[in-house]
């Protein structure tokens, strides 16, 4: 069995779709070169559905996967190949900022069927100031800052955060870029 690589895409959390043929051939060359499974989880976008039904709808996914983890689940392949012992979280933009809170939820649950190892997050939509417009429009909930699934650093579940080891990704122009390291 492989290790199962699960990547939540970005796209400001209103545009893209784990079944574009960009992100099937990143996936699968990703998934050949690392020597493990994937599966990208699809979730829906803003502006018609308001957050945080994205990071629900995430959440849900990895839920879903947790139902294979005794060789059950409705999914063959899954229950075949991957090796939920062994979980890969990944992630860019808010697709890296959803991996993140899924992460630490997975933890605070005690989701022990999947056992997110690593995460990899490149380029998350994270905020330590009050965040712009934007999110303001499609999170209209949101409390700003201090909002866990945008400053993980407020998150009172960030205590049981058990990945063993987590790269983050940003650049220098990058306007969160301060947020993340």
């Known amino acids: 069995m492989l290790p199962l690589l699960v990547h939540y895409y970005g796209g400001g959390f209103c545009i893209g779709s784990p079944f574009t043929s960009a992100l099937k051939n990143f996936l699968s060359t990703l998934a050949t070169q690392a020597n493990v499974t994937a599966i990208s989880i699809d979730y829906r976008l803003a502006t018609e559905h308001q957050l945080p039904i994205a990071y629900d709808d995430s959440w849900a996914g990895l839920l879903w996967i947790a139902k294979h983890s005794n060789g059950n689940g409705p999914e063959p392949w899954i229950n075949e190949y991957a090796d939920l012992r062994r979980v890969i979280l990944a992630g860019e933009s808010a697709g890296g900022t959803i991996a993140h809170y899924v ?79």
Not at 112 to 138: M, N, T
Not at 160 to 173: I, P, S
Request: contains cysteine; hydrophobic residues 40%; glycine residues 6%.
């Open 103 to 181: 992460a630490v939820q997975a933890g605070a649950a005690g989701l022990a069927a999947v056992a997110a190892k690593r995460l990899l997050i490149v380029h998350p939509y994270f905020w330590a100031k009050e965040p712009d417009k934007f999110y303001q429009y499609i999170c209209p909930t949101s409390s700003g800052a201090y909002d866990p699934k945008l400053n993980p650093i407020v998150d009172p579940n960030l205590s049981k955060f058990k990945c063993d080891k987590m790269l983050v990704c940003g650049a220098e122009k990058d306007k969160h870029r301060v947020m993340k390291l």
